[in-house]
């Protein structure tokens, strides 16, 4: 199948790495125009210059708010219109509770959460003016589970998903055409293992590089034995990008190899 969103255009937050560039790529692939956003603005550049003449690539802090008024005036000025948004950018910081400091709770909050809640809010009036919408707002399995050095990224990732669904709701009883899912990814691969670590500088999310080897982790922890990439991920965003969704507000799609069935 191919061209399965012609015609749409999406914006992807964090999309210079990772999940968020594998969406990027994929929604491209399938016809839709692409705005890629994300505060590292060579990589992004990068990106979107490869992916060619459907995508442009804007620097975007989602923990802004005046940043994101810019970023969706400046997808109206590119293409016209939004019919996509995902929810993407995000920081993993671990540690445990009583050791974990404030400024990283706020910082991974500010990122995970607070960078969702102003996307919706934001992306909402120019998805509504073209008569509707999906935004995919990028949860975890540490949304739907608990783990042990998790408690804030986990505190951040159940937020995500139960703030879609009442976004879900919202725009349902507004009768606006507007779909809100959450995803919640497994372990996949990508640059932001390099980061999860236990940290508790205050501020800090530099702990020493890649303390967990995935391979290892995902050989016993996951079913499928075997860890997941950006593109398993992206799959699932494409799906409720498109029209085949047209069906699903306020759901949940798990894409983790297994993990969270057992
Ligand atoms: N990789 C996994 O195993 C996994 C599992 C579950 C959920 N997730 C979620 O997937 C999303 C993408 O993560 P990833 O694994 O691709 O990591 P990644 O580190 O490769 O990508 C995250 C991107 O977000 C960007 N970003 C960080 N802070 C930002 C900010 N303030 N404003 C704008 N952009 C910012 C980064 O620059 C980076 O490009 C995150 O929300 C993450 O929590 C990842």
Known sequence: MTGRVAGKVAL??????????????????????????????????????????????????????DAWIAVVEQVRAAFGRLDILVNNAGIGIGGP?????????????AINVEGVFLGVKHSLPLMRQGGG???????????????????????????????????????????????????????????????????VADGGNAGPQRTMNLDDMTAVATPLGHKGWPVDIAQGVLFLASDESRYMTGAELVIDGGMTAR
């Open 12 to 65: 992807v937050t964090g999309a210079a790495s990772g999940i968020g560039r594998g969406c990027a790529e994929l929604l491209a692939a399938e016809g839709a125009k692409v705005a890629l956003t994300d505060i590292q603005d060579d990589k992004g550049r990068e990106v979107a210059a490869a992916i060619g003449a459907n995508a442009i690539y804007i620097p975007h802090d989602v923990t802004s708010e």
């Open 97 to 109: 509770v009583t050791e974990f400091s404030l400024a990283d709770w706020r910082r991974q909050q």
């Open 133 to 199: 919408g999906s935004i995919i707002n990028v949860s975890s399995i540490a949304g739907l589970t608990g783990a042990a050095n998790m408690t804030a990224y986990c505190a951040t990732k159940g937020a995500v998903r139960l703030f879609t669904k009442a976004a879900a709701m919202e725009c349902a009883t507004a009768r606006d055409g507007v779909r809100v899912n959450s995803i919640h990814p497994g372990i996949i691969e990508t640059p932001i293992w390099d980061t999860i670590s236990s940290t």
